[in-house]
């Protein structure tokens, strides 16, 4: 059974996260739809509902996740678990170059390919946002 995300512990997520996706970094003001909290071990592979558990996500980054916890590096052929906005450091696994997010790790590389950051509009969009010093360069 699912456990509803109160209205509190979502707000307290969406504060520490300052409002950005806690994966592709796009700030919620910049999103056509409202950021949800993701479960960062999803409920079905017993992850809690409480702060440790949850990350800030675009809606995008949110939907493309699921409940995926581990993907394929390409590089290596291995499967290596995804990004943890909890116990990572995000410029560890990742770089911004000209609106693209370029992994920096087998974690990054999984990561990266799963959440599909670097499609072709998604790229625009980081770059408009950078324009407009509106993205985080970090």
């Known amino acids: 059974m699912s456990q509803r995300v109160s209205a509190v512990l ?7 996260a300052s409002g950005k996706c806690e994966y592709c970094l796009v700030h919620e ?20 509902t409480n702060d440790t558990n949850l990350a ?30 909890r116990s990572d450091q995000w410029p560890e696994h990742f770089r ?13 590389r999984a990561t990266e390919y799963l959440l599909r950051f670097n499609q072709p509009e998604k790229v625009q969009e980081r770059r408009w946002l950078i324009d407009a010093g509106r993205y985080p360069l970090t």
């Open 29 to 48: 003001q910049d999103s056509h739809f409202s950021h949800p909290p993701d479960h960062i071990v999803a409920q079905k592979h017993r992850g809690p």
């Open 56 to 85: 800030w996500a675009c809606y995008l980054c949110n939907l493309l996740k699921g409940s995926d916890i581990a993907s394929i590096d390409i590089e290596s052929g291995q499967m290596v678990r995804l990004f943890n906005p």
């Open 10 to 16: 979502r707000r307290i997520v969406q504060v520490r």
């Open 96 to 108: 911004v170059d000209n609106g693209r997010i370029v992994p920096l790790t087998p974690i990054g």
